[in-house]
């Protein structure tokens, strides 16, 4: 079993900048992968980037630019810096991390909010 816990979730104007963090700790072993989704009201869950451990990343063609992901192996802990931030970017944001992101363990969820 894999813990996340994320933070740095928060109430933004558009424009603005916020950093995510979520820390892994128990079987962190098996974990490769780590990165961040999203779902906003009515919507689907949607992959905003992710990062492996050998730091390759990807990211949504929403966020390209805009958005940085990163990761202290060491603390086993990623970080999504995202700036110029706009309306579109609101909703709870998910850490997951695992062999695969598409096969990892979700952190709780964090709410981002930015106001136009």
């Known amino acids: 079993q894999v813990q996340l816990v994320e933070s740095g979730g928060g109430l933004v104007q558009a424009g603005g900048s916020l950093r995510l963090s979520c820390a892994a700790s128990?079987?962190?072993?098996?974990?490769?992968?780590m990165g961040w989704y999203r779902q906003a009201p009515g919507k689907q869950r949607e992959l905003v980037a992710g990062?492996?451990?050998?730091?390759?990343?990807t990211y949504a063609d929403s966020v390209k630019g805009r958005f940085t992901i990163s990761r202290d192996n060491a603390k086993n802990t990623v970080y999504l810096q995202m700036n110029s931030l706009k309306p579109e970017d609101t909703a709870v944001y998910y850490c997951?991390?695992?062999?695969?992101?598409?096969?990892?363990?979700w952190g709780q969820g964090t709410q981002v909010t930015v106001s136009s």
């Open positions: 990062i492996t451990s050998g730091g390759t990343s």
């Open positions: 997951r991390a695992g062999r695969f992101l598409a096969t990892g363990y």
């Open positions: 128990g079987s962190i072993f098996v974990i490769n992968a």
